[in-house]
């Protein structure tokens, strides 16, 4: 057994580099892919729970827990219906709309650092290709609501451009902070710099960027309360109104994924990424429990992904005026006074600052 | 060899893509096909390690300029016809322009070279922990701090200027005062009032 899994090793190293990244790129997206539909049968149950509902409990898989197999349900359902285009449509615009709104979303977990050693590309510049790629997001929406030529679907189109424009100032601004902290755009140092413990995580001293950059992250994912795009009750269904089948389910693929890339760019650059919380402390920090892992990762996404669903069952939808002014007025003067306030920190040597890479 | 042909790859869409932006009927592809020479030229940085640039190219041109005027574009209403009717009449304005600024391009390489770059010899690559970000930033923050800050003024004039420019306050037009709205508190609106329950007759 044990020699076996050697020569596995052994061949897995013998491999082209260009064929190990492929088979990562693929075990990347699967695991995406997989926890979206996990994600939304999760999202269900947890908002049923708060609602004293008990959430889809029909369908199962391997006779497990009730509702397990509902997202292969929905799944198998959406693919085997038609795909209507409308007859007024730019078909091709149409066609391609859903792919861009997907593409960006798992494009970029190529810079993600899952663990200390697990990452698809080491890129210097890996915090400026994720602001690229979030922001290349918003054509998806966009030529989805334009193409279909409907008046619904272009309302909730030209909502989503300015939202999107709007919260993307910010949460650059908010990562410009970050970037401060760290000292470098490379994803993993952003994490190894936050290494000590919970209180050297960026939360700590970043703690207003923080929080623009989790609200901004709400509104960029277009979940409630920001959901204006869609905003049932007025704009029937926004930019994926005319779309059907499998179509429609790559939109909810996007919106699902980026739900998760954000939760874990919000774990990677203010929580510490893999780092555990308790390294550094005494006792407990010397423990297996000390030790940088995946499962740190995957806890603190949980836990923000956890956030996303309980905003949404609690929050009533923000106006677009009070969206706007949100970002505008609230977010971005915020990032930019504790940008300030940085300087100061960085100029007298608390905090990020007092660490050895910046003297 | 791969960097090559992956180059002709780049450049021919690029092409293409410029093709298209003026070829196009519909505005709206015009723009779509801008973005994508936006894409392709980035990724021709990309090839020759400019990835700064590249990645900023698309995060401010792709992700945001090109994002508004699409905005703009889409809610345009244009006749096409209406727009068409004087392209034979303007065309020679159209080829005076494009010969002066191939003239121009033409004249600055002549004159100043292509800035040191050899052309018999090639690219060369920059050593793997080589950034592009950190050298780009030292020079920009030293040696030319002082037209740096001068770009980001004007810039800010520009913005100034633009929205003075088209700010009006149109008379009677019916706004809501968010902060106003933000700052009622429950007391001002609502009164609790006690009645005294009715006897059951």
């Known amino acids: 057994m044990h020699t076996q899994i050697t020569h596995l090793l052994a061949l897995w190293a013998s491999l082209p580099q260009i ?8 075990i990347i997206t699967i695991g995406v892919i ?34 397990l197999g509902q997202p292969f349900a929905d799944v198998f359902k959406l693919l085997t219906k038609e795909v209507v285009v409308p007859s007024a449509a730019s078909k091709f615009l149409f066609r391609i709309a859903p792919a861009l709104a997907l593409i960006p979303a798992i494009a970029a977990w190529a810079v993600i650092p899952l663990s200390p ?26 030529l989805a609501g334009w193409s279909a030529n409907s008046k619904y679907a272009l309302l909730g189109a030209m909502r989503s451009a ?21 000292g470098s755009m490379n994803l993993g140092q952003i994490v190894q710099h936050q290494q000590g413990g919970f209180l050297a995580w960026n939360w700590f001293w970043l703690f207003p960027l923080f929080v623009v950059y989790l609200i901004a992250g709400v509104a960029e994912t277009n979940r409630a309360p920001f959901d204006v795009a869609e905003g049932e009750s007025e704009i029937v269904a926004g930019f994926h109104v005319e779309y059907s089948g499998i179509a429609f389910a790559l939109f909810f693929l996007a919106e699902y994924a980026n739900m998760i890339l954000i939760s874990t760019l919000t774990a990677v650059f203010f929580f510490g990424g893999w780092l555990s919380p308790f390294a550094g402390y005494p006792g407990i920090g010397h423990t297996f429990l000390g030790d940088p892992s995946f499962f740190w990762l995957g806890l603190k996404v949980f836990v923000f992904l956890f956030l996303f669903l309980w905003f949404r069952a609690t929050f009533p939808r923000y106006r677009y005026d009070q969206i706007m002014r949100l970002g505008w007025k609230a977010l971005i003067p915020v990032t930019l ?14 905090g990020p600052w007092a660490r050895p890479w910046f003297h | 060899m791969l960097v090559e042909i992956l180059f002709y790859i780049f450049a021919t869409l690029l092409v293409a893509g410029a093709l298209g932006v003026i070829t196009a009927r519909n505005p709206v592809y015009s723009v779509l096909f801008l973005v994508f ?18 990645i900023v190219l698309v995060l401010v041109y792709v992700g945001a300029v090109m994002v508004l005027f699409l905005f ?34 033409t004249g600055v390489i002549w004159r100043n070279g292509l800035g040191g770059v050899d052309v018999g010899r090639g690219f060369v690559s920059e050593p793997a922990n080589y950034s592009n970000t950190l050298e780009l930033g030292r020079v920009l923050y030293t040696h030319y701090a002082y037209p740096f800050e001068l770009a980001a003024v ?19 037009l019916k706004v809501q005062d968010i902060s106003r709205q933000v700052a009622v508190r429950a007391e001002d609106r609502l009164r609790v009032v006690k009645v005294s329950a009715e006897k059951r007759s």
């Open chain 2, 37 to 54: 020479c936006f894409v392709n030229s980035a990724a021709i940085w990309l090839l020759v390690e400019a990835e700064f640039l590249a």
């Open chain 1, 337 to 350: 006074v504790w940008i300030g306030v940085e300087m100061i920190m960085a100029a007298i040597h608390i």
């Open chain 1, 162 to 182: 300015a939202q999107m424009v709007a919260y993307e100032i910010a949460m650059g601004f908010a990562l410009v902070g970050v970037l401060m902290a760290a």
């Open chain 2, 154 to 172: 004007l810039l800010v004039v520009a913005i100034v200027a633009a929205i003075a420019l088209t700010l009006r306050r149109r008379p009677g």
């Open chain 1, 19 to 26: 064929v190990r990244t492929v088979v990562w790129i693929l």
């Open chain 2, 72 to 105: 703009v574009v889409m809610m345009l209403d244009i006749n096409l016809a209406e727009i068409r009717q004087g392209f034979t009449r303007f065309a020679w304005l159209g080829w005076i322009t494009a010969l002066a600024v191939i003239a121009e391009i």
């Open chain 1, 117 to 142: 050693q697990l990452v698809v590309s080491k890129a210097n510049a890996g915090l400026l290709y994720l602001l690229a790629l979030s922001s290349m997001g918003v054509y998806g929406i966009i």
């Open chain 1, 34 to 67: 997989l926890c979206v539909a996990f994600l939304t049968l999760w999202e269900r149950k947890v908002i049923g729970w708060m609602q004293l509902r008990r959430g889809p409990n029909r369908v199962r898989i391997f006779g497990m827990l009730p509702g």
